[in-house]
């Protein structure tokens, strides 16, 4: 399975050096010389020729990148490795968890997890209602206290109103309503 590992930002410089956006925990391995990313959409294969960290944002150069105007074909696009499946308690690849179904803490069914979307401060599941409705859950341990990867479930304790469930039983009477 492929893992997600950055998002091509701008070009930089004019020898096709390009900016950026991480999504891995160990940039150092996944951006090592010789490394092969993959570009999604497009399926372009790439070799990392350089790594290097400046004002805080990474930036990467490739052997088959070769000037700024092949860098900048390539924002926007994401950048994947294959991936076997974490070996790490409590931590889990997106691709681990697309397809698993959510539930409640009192076992009750409210869909299934059709992806990940990536936050500014922590990630977010996407949660497809039973409804069609999508719901972004935040990935966190008091909203999402548990994965059991062996029974493919998540957990899920949210707040009320979280779930377009909740909203659509959600009755406002003239004295909650501020009328």
Same mark, same amino acid.
């Given at each position: =399975? ?9 070009? @930089? ?33 790439? *070799? ?17 990148? %070769?000037?700024?105007d092949e860098a900048e074909e390539l *924002?926007?696009?994401?950048? *994947? ?18 397809? =698993? ?14 992806? %990940?979307? @990536? ?6 599941? %996407? ?7 999508q719901t972004l859950i935040p990935f966190?341990?008091?909203?999402v206290p548990d994965v059991d990867k ?21 009755? %406002? ?7």
């Amino acid at each position: =399975m492929d893992l997600f590992v950055a998002k091509v930002g701008r070009p @930089h410089g004019l020898k096709g050096d390009v900016f950026v956006d991480l999504r891995t925990d160990d940039p150092a391995q996944r951006f090592a010389v010789g490394q092969v990313l993959t570009t999604e959409p497009g399926g372009r294969e790439l *070799t990392v020729a350089g790594a290097r960290v400046q004002n805080g944002r990474w930036v990467l150069r490739f052997d088959e990148v %070769i000037d700024r105007d092949e860098a900048e074909e390539l *924002t926007g696009l994401d950048l *994947t490795v294959a991936a076997a499946d974490s070996d790490e308690d409590d931590a889990w690849y997106a691709h681990e968890l697309v397809g =698993m179904s959510a539930v409640l803490t009192d076992g009750t069914a409210v869909g299934q997890i059709s992806g %990940i979307d @990536h936050g500014a401060a922590h990630d977010f599941l %996407i949660l497809r209602e039973p409804n069609g409705v999508q719901t972004l859950i935040p990935f966190v341990k008091e909203i999402v206290p548990d994965v059991d990867k062996a029974a493919g479930k998540v957990i899920l304790n949210p707040p009320g109103g979280l779930l377009a469930a909740d909203a659509a039983n959600l009755v %406002i009477s003239p004295e909650t309503s501020g009328n």
